[in-house]
């Protein structure tokens, strides 16, 4: 399995605007305006990974203490696939393969000790 972490330029989304930050880099500022009673809204654009062939599958994962997570790729609201590993999945093969630009919106709630590791996880298809 290849992984690409997504990390770097992310948007805070508030409700009246998109506030630029760096993940890992602001992670404790952020995990901190979220909370029970405000969920953490995140934005990044990413392009489609290159050498995808036939059969391959595309998911995104988050840590499991990332609670309540929602997933939308493309304006698309992404199933939440079963934990494994200590990390929440969601398949975006589809998407993906559609179209070269995505922008994923992650809501969660999330606690300040949380992990900050998006990552991109690309299993190989047949050959």
Do not use: K, Y
Not at 55 to 77: F, M, Q
Request: hydrophobic fraction near 40%; aromatic fraction near 4%; proline fraction near 9%.
């Amino acid at each position: 399995m290849h992984r690409i972490r997504l990390h770097g330029p992310w948007e805070r989304l508030d409700d009246d605007a998109r506030v630029r930050v760096h993940l890992p880099r602001d992670w404790a500022s952020l995990a901190h305006s979220g909370g029970d009673d405000h969920p953490l809204r995140i934005a990044r654009r990413f392009h489609r990974p290159t050498g995808l062939t036939p059969g391959c599958r595309v998911h995104l994962s988050i840590p499991d203490e990332w609670r309540e997570a929602v997933l939308w790729l493309n304006g698309e609201p992404i199933p939440r696939l079963e934990s494994s590993g200590g990390r929440q999945r969601f398949e975006i093969t589809p998407a993906v393969m559609r179209t070269d630009s995505h922008e994923v919106v992650l809501v969660a709630r999330i606690a300040p000790a949380a992990p900050c590791l998006v990552v991109l996880e690309i299993e190989p298809g047949q050959s």
